[in-house]
T-cell receptor
Framework: GQNIDQPTEMTATEGAIVQINCTYQTSGFNGLFWYQQHAGEAPTFLSYNVLDGLEEKGRFSSFLSRSKGYSYLLLKELQMKDSASYLCAIEPGTYKYIFGTGTRLKVLA | SAVISQKPSRDICQRGTSLTIQCQVDSQVTMMFWYRQQPGQSLTLIATANQGSEATYESGFVIDKFPISRPNLTFSTLTVSNMSPEDSSIYLC??????????????FGSGTRLTVV
């Protein structure tokens, strides 16, 4: 089967760096996505990893290791507005998505 | 990126009734997707709607319960039929946001928060 695990909640301080991990068990997938979802709002796209390694986009970076079944999202210079849920999702087939339950990040002043 | 207008944003419905959710996209898209997000749970894909053909349903979801229409390339509806309290959830539509999925990912509608009493 296909399973995605993320920590349920994390807390960090404004200005800090936080790493949100995502582990998965699947036989294969096209790519791995990260989305941000503020409470009561729709998810918004952050990043997509196909190959192993780090993809950097401003304050956000995402890493993938297919051999280890592992990804993380790195958020630098945390801001209060980064308080949200972060969803990891794999694409096991075209137009197929499996989402993790999300990590609720709380940024404290 | 694509802009999706989804309505209603929320509704409270009596069990046994049906609710139709609409999604309007500001550009033509081939595929539209319908998701459910139950409280504290992840997003689960209900079905994929391609214009001009029957929707493709994921395991655990059937057309009689969740009929979908896709009359043109900018619009789709999802109906939640014969509702029970277990159908209380957030329902979202989604489209691939142009070009390669890795560039822009998928865009989601703002969601419909359904409560069945």
């Amino acid at each position: 089967g296909q399973n995605i695990d993320q920590p349920t909640e994390m807390t960090a301080t404004e200005g800090a760096i936080v790493q949100i991990n995502c582990t998965y068990q699947t036989s294969g997938f096209n790519g791995l996505f990260w989305y941000q979802q503020h409470a009561g709002e729709a998810p918004t796209f952050l990043s997509y990893n196909v190959l192993d390694g780090l993809e950097e986009k401003g304050r956000f970076s995402s890493f993938l290791s297919r051999s280890k079944g592992y990804s993380y999202l790195l958020l630098k210079e945390l801001q209060m507005k980064d308080s949200a849920s972060y969803l990891c999702a794999i694409e096991p087939g075209t137009y197929k998505y499996i989402f993790g339950t999300g990590t609720r990040l709380k940024v404290l002043a | 990126s694509a802009v999706i207008s989804q309505k209603p944003s929320r509704d409270i419905c009596q069990r046994g009734t049906s609710l139709t959710i609409q999604c309007q996209v500001d550009s033509q898209v081939t595929m539209m997707f319908w998701y459910r997000q139950q409280p504290g749970q992840s997003l689960t894909l209900i079905a994929t709607a391609n214009q001009g053909s029957e929707a493709t349903y994921e395991s655990g979801f059937v057309i009689d319960k969740f009929p979908i229409s896709r009359p043109n390339l900018t619009f789709s509806t999802l109906t939640v039929s014969n509702m029970s309290p277990e159908d209380s959830s957030i329902y979202l539509c989604s489209v691939e946001d142009g070009g390669w999925a890795g560039e822009n990912g998928y865009t989601f509608g703002s969601g419909t928060r359904l409560t069945v009493v």
